[in-house]
């Protein structure tokens, strides 16, 4: 009874995300391709530790949202809780990224604008470099990274942190 009360509820899950939206209120380790017009909403409560392809979706996170690998193509990530990537994050063209005030995003690598947006209102740590090369940077808080490089403009009203 019990292991297929568990099939049952990855089989939602899996439907879910295809009718255009997965809500996590617990743990979850699933992997979940986010295409346009998809939404991924981990609750206050969610702890998200799967695999994350985005590719046009949006992911809102106000819980844990600590994927075991993700690939970020394009989309929306709109943070109000913790993020944690274990690798480098580029954003690329028709990437967005928005860090939340109460919000605390860590990048284990570099983090990387090209035509991209980064909004951070929270607590932005980046363990390597910062890169403006062509996009949008707007920092109302704190950014903690090793070195800022890149030659494009960064409206900065926080603190940015470097060593």
Known sequence: M????????KQINAQAITTG???????????????????????VNGNFSGKINLNGGTIINKGI??????????????NN????????????????????????????GNLTI?????????????????QNNSGTLNNSHIINCDHLTGNNVITNTGTINTN
Request: a negative charge; hydrophobic letters at 40%.
């Open 2 to 9: 019990f292991l297929s009360l568990v099939l049952v509820t």
């Open 21 to 43: 939206t997965v809500t996590v209120l617990t743990s979850d380790s699933s992997t979940y391709t986010i295409l346009t017009g998809q939404i991924m909403s981990i609750g």
């Open 81 to 108: 809780g913790t993020l944690t990537l274990d690798s480098q994050v580029s954003l690329g063209a028709n990437s967005f990224l928005s860090n939340n005030i109460g919000g605390a995003i860590n990048i284990a």
């Open 114 to 130: 090209a035509d991209g947006t980064l909004i951070n209102n929270g607590t932005l740590s980046v363990t390597q470099d910062l």
């Open 65 to 78: 949202f600590h994927p075991d690998s993700t690939i970020f193509i394009k989309g929306r990530i709109i």
